[in-house]
């Protein structure tokens, strides 16, 4: 929590490629909570999707209906505690094992993009990852704004003495070294008390990350992130979506309408029950697309 005073989230440690890892995630939404354990074995390079270091094993499952949300959002602390942890408990019984932090993801806030360059000297002949890593460090500070929070800062590409187009720019030679980056935010408001409510389910919080944006790497083959695509990710109270381009993140969107909203229309419409509603849209609904 103190970290979002500087308008930061919390941030997970890279893992290790040569060590197992035991790994949380917790969705919290307007609908339902979900929480899943995973065990990350490494695996040999051939085994290994592009750009994926473990194997995983889905080892804990549980879910539960959302309380206390809307919208994403907390409007009962109280409640939508309960519900986390219920979805942990059972993820727990299921997994045999007892989880001290989760990888929490979000959906609401207000989801935005902006893109930010930043540059700086190059002290040595060649680029280090001390280098990255400050350059990355001063387009953070650039990104910076009242009443946000940094969910993801992440780059899209390098420059090299203003030559762009640089995709790893370890070991090249540079007197000055620059980076575009993407900046994923959200309102600092819904951060929070989304994180007040699991921890005071005794849990830390290891990261937090966009809900469009996991989703993204979880169902976009390698071919399509690189080639241009885009994800959404329609919930019960909020849509949000992903754009990728060249295996990177480059835009992220959201707003408070989702699948809830589709129900309700058609039970005033219909002059229907909501239990109805729901279901004539979960048979019959379907996206079609237009010329």
Same mark, same amino acid.
């Given at each position: $929590? /103190?970290?979002?005073?500087y308008g930061l989230t919390?941030?997970?440690k890279p893992i290790s490629?040569?060590?197992?890892?035991? =790994?949380?995630?917790?969705? %919290? #939404?307007?609908?339902?909570?979900?929480?899943?354990?995973?065990?990350?074995?490494? &695996?040999?390079?051939?085994?290994?999707?592009?750009?994926?270091?473990?194997?995983?094993?889905?080892? !804990?499952?549980?879910?539960?209906?959302?309380?206390?949300?809307?919208?994403?959002?907390?409007? /009962?602390?109280?409640?939508?505690?309960?519900?986390?942890?219920?979805? =942990?408990?059972?993820?727990?019984? $299921?997994?045999?094992?007892?989880?001290?932090?989760?990888?929490?993801?979000?959906?609401? #806030?207000?989801?935005?993009?902006?893109?930010?360059?930043?540059?700086?000297?190059?002290?040595? *002949?060649?680029?280090?990852?001390?280098? +990255?890593?400050? %350059?990355?460090?001063?387009g953070s500070r650039h990104?910076?704004?009242? !009443?946000?929070? +940094?969910?993801?800062?992440?780059?899209? #590409?390098? *420059?090299?003495?203003?030559?762009?187009?640089?995709?790893?720019? &370890? #070991?090249?030679?540079?007197?000055?070294?620059?980076?575009?980056?993407?900046?994923?935010?959200?309102?600092?408001? @819904?951060?929070? /008390?989304?994180?007040?409510?699991?921890?005071?389910?005794?849990?830390?919080?290891? @990261?937090?990350?966009?809900?469009?944006? %996991?989703?993204?790497?979880?169902?976009? @083959?390698?071919?399509?992130?690189?080639?241009? *695509?885009?994800?959404?990710?329609? !919930?019960?109270?909020?849509?949000?979506?992903?754009?990728?381009?060249?295996?990177?993140?480059?835009?992220?969107?959201?707003?408070?309408? !989702?699948?809830?909203?589709?129900?309700?229309?058609?039970?005033?419409?219909? /002059?229907?029950?909501?239990?109805?509603?729901?279901? +004539?849209?979960?048979?019959?609904?379907?996206?079609?697309?237009?010329?």
């Amino acid at each position: $929590m /103190n970290a979002l005073r500087y308008g930061l989230t919390p941030k997970m440690k890279p893992i290790s490629p040569r060590k197992s890892a035991l =790994v949380a995630a917790l969705d %919290v #939404g307007s609908s339902k909570v979900v929480c899943m354990i995973a065990r990350l074995r490494p &695996r040999a390079p051939q085994q290994v999707l592009t750009r994926r270091s473990h194997g995983i094993e889905i080892i !804990g499952f549980g879910h539960t209906v959302a309380r206390g949300m809307k919208a994403g959002s907390v409007v /009962n602390l109280g409640r939508a505690e309960e519900a986390i942890r219920q979805a =942990v408990d059972a993820a727990e019984r $299921m997994a045999g094992v007892e989880i001290e932090s989760v990888v929490l993801s979000l959906s609401a #806030g207000r989801l935005s993009s902006e893109l930010f360059a930043a540059e700086i000297d190059i002290v040595g *002949s060649t680029i280090s990852d001390h280098d +990255i890593a400050r %350059v990355l460090a001063a387009g953070s500070r650039h990104s910076l704004r009242e !009443g946000r929070a +940094i969910l993801h800062s992440l780059p899209v #590409g390098y *420059s090299i003495d203003g030559v762009e187009g640089v995709r790893d720019p &370890r #070991g090249m030679l540079a007197a000055r070294f620059g980076v575009d980056m993407h900046v994923a935010t959200l309102d600092i408001a @819904a951060a929070r /008390n989304l994180m007040l409510a699991v921890e005071r389910c005794h849990l830390d919080i290891e @990261a937090m990350v966009a809900s469009p944006y %996991v989703s993204g790497l979880a169902v976009l @083959a390698d071919d399509e992130a690189d080639l241009g *695509s885009i994800v959404v990710d329609m !919930g019960a109270g909020t849509t949000s979506m992903a754009a990728f381009l060249g295996g990177r993140l480059v835009h992220i969107d959201g707003f408070a309408l !989702g699948g809830h909203h589709v129900t309700m229309d058609i039970a005033r419409g219909l /002059n229907t029950p909501v239990s109805d509603a729901e279901r +004539i849209k979960t048979l019959y609904g379907s996206v079609l697309s237009g010329g």
